[in-house]
């Protein structure tokens, strides 16, 4: 990438966020990172240590002014924007017989709506050629799988609107792509792993790799959507899991 590339990245206030803030942050692009959480907005901030170009703005991504005022904030701080990450989102979803209205609004405004409402206001600003968003899907929008209905669901609608996007936008020289990560080792997948058998059978043990995926297994991809690297790639859904979702694998079944 040539220097000056400005992106703005949800959720960036822990976990995958993060790790996506502190990537690009390396590879000198300036972010504006987006979150409720100042205090985990904060430690973003920290850990990527002095002369990164990182600004933070605090907001709900469901709220009707945020999209607007975030880029606006990007463009003031750095002059523009060039990349959007659609990062924030939420889990931990039940069964669709299970999940409230109340429920299932809150995770399609989270993790479906706002995306639209962030790609909505970004894109006037993102350069023909350079311009490109990454929306957050998951494996679990692109397969089946038990219990997590309404999750489920938003992810395969930001799948369904990464592709209608990328026809779009892809006509401008905007490239728009997702990311389906599979399960990612954090504090709380971490807690599921050791005490959750029924977890570790539907989602560690088909995995084909011999460790987790890491947040930073993920912002590798988001950079490399982002960056020269992949100018042709627009309106795909890259897997982040390790195999998961393209091979019939066991872990227990091999070692037996």
Not at 78 to 84: Q, S
Not at 123 to 149: E, K
Request: aromatic share 8%; net charge negative.
């Amino acid at each position: 990438m040539t220097e000056h590339r400005i992106a703005l990245v949800t959720g960036a206030g822990s976990g995958i966020g993060r790790a996506i803030t502190l990537r690009f942050a390396r590879e000198g692009i300036a972010v504006l990172g987006v979150d409720q959480n100042q205090a985990g907005l904060d430690e973003t901030v920290a850990l990527a240590g002095e002369g990164a170009k990182i600004g933070t703005f605090i907001a709900d991504v469901r709220a009707k002014e945020a999209p607007d005022a975030a880029v606006a904030e990007a463009v003031r701080l750095f002059g523009g924007l060039d990349y959007l990450i659609n990062n924030a989102g939420i889990g931990a979803a039940k069964s669709a017989a299970e999940t409230s209205d109340e429920e299932w609004d809150r995770y399609s405004d989270i993790n479906l709506r706002a995306v639209f409402r962030f790609s909505r206001a970004a894109l006037p600003h993102l350069r023909p050629g350079i311009g490109a968003i990454v929306n957050m899907a998951s494996v679990f929008g692109l397969f089946g799988h038990p219990n997590v209905a309404p999750y489920a669901a938003t992810k395969a609608g930001v799948v369904g609107l990464t592709i209608q996007m990328a026809a779009d936008c892809g006509p401008n020289g905007v490239r728009v792509n997702a990311l389906a990560p599979g399960v990612i080792e954090t504090p709380l997948t971490r807690a599921r792993i050791d005490t959750d058998e029924r977890f570790n059978q539907l989602n560690i043990d088909p995995i084909p790799f011999p460790r987790l995926g890491r947040p930073e297994d993920v912002a590798n991809a988001a950079y490399f959507l982002c960056s020269d690297q992949s100018s042709y790639i627009n309106g795909h859904t890259l897997a982040v899991d390790g195999g998961w979702s393209v091979t019939n694998y066991s872990r227990r079944g091999a070692a037996l």
